[in-house]
């Protein structure tokens, strides 16, 4: 109830207020564009967009400036905020099962060694690491009730009528630890993406990015940023938990599903 929280005091003001600042930012940014837009030369998704509006705003197509806005929020929002936490799930398996670190950092001194910057073309080199990193984003289940969507018009679903404007909310945990299609689906196992003889398989059930014309439009972007930042973080660095300090897996839930604070040691290779 949007309308009810803006007037209610709380916690949940600062994040409006944050939100306020990124938007007056974003707004600006937009303004300066318009300025010195050369329409024969876009330098960024700002210059392509403000073209395709052509100076005029058509807000049943999409392209007016309130649109642009929020499109750059989720630019900031789904390019950002869901890596991050992806890769803080990352790091904190990889401290909570050494073995397997030990294991990709085996892989990648066999494949890359210690000195070469790994690159997205050795992933198919790599189907251990591969593997870790599908198992860190299934387990992580960081939206898990997925971005909410509406119904644009009446439908029928098997048994179920789904009424025109309804919002529709896909829980994403049904398949990424469905009993049915993982061997063993609430523990952290990289054996459910590498078949018998070690090579990286795909499963139907992993869905993080969702499903369907509505998929996340940065998939193949945020699949190339977790290959490269995780692999290059565990070729040069060993992590390991403080002495004395056992990691908890446990979870807080906010903007995404992300670990508790925790800390690690991280020490060069």
């Not at 992806?86 to 210690?114: F, N, R, S």
């Not at 499963?203 to 998929?215: I, N, Q, Y």
């Amino acid at each position: 109830m949007p309308w009810l929280m803006k007037r209610l005091p709380g916690a949940h003001q600062k994040l409006f207020s944050i939100t306020k600042e990124l938007i007056d930012f974003i707004q600006i940014k937009i303004r300066e564009h318009k300025e010195n837009l050369d329409p024969s030369s876009p330098r960024d998704y700002i210059d392509s967009f403000l073209i395709e509006m052509g100076g005029k705003e058509d807000t049943d197509s999409g392209f007016d400036y309130t649109n642009l806005c929020f499109c750059i929020m989720d630019l900031f929002g789904a390019g950002t905020e869901t890596t991050t936490t992806t890769l803080h799930w990352g790091l904190l398996y990889m401290i909570y099962y050494p073995d397997i670190q030990e294991h990709v950092q085996a892989e990648i001194d066999a494949v890359i060694g210690p000195s070469r910057q790994p690159s997205m073309s050795d992933r198919d080199n790599l189907p251990y690491t591969n593997a870790v990193i599908h198992e860190i984003q299934r387990m992580g289940n960081i939206i898990p009730l997925n971005v909410p969507r509406t119904a644009n018009k009446d439908t029928v679903l098997d048994k179920y009528t789904i009424p025109k404007g309804t919002m529709v909310l896909a829980a994403l945990n049904s398949v990424l630890h469905d009993e049915s299609q993982w061997e063993t689906p609430h523990s952290f196992n990289p054996q459910h993406f590498l078949d018998q003889d070690g090579k990286f398989r795909k499963r139907d059930a992993f869905l993080p990015f969702s499903t369907g014309k509505r998929v996340c439009l940065g998939e193949q972007l945020a699949r190339m940023e977790l290959f490269l930042f995780f692999t290059c973080l565990l070729q040069r660095f060993k992590l390991s938990y403080p002495a004395g300090e056992q990691p908890s897996l446990e979870f807080t839930m906010g903007g995404t599903r992300a670990p508790k604070p925790y800390r690690l040691c991280v020490v060069p290779r």
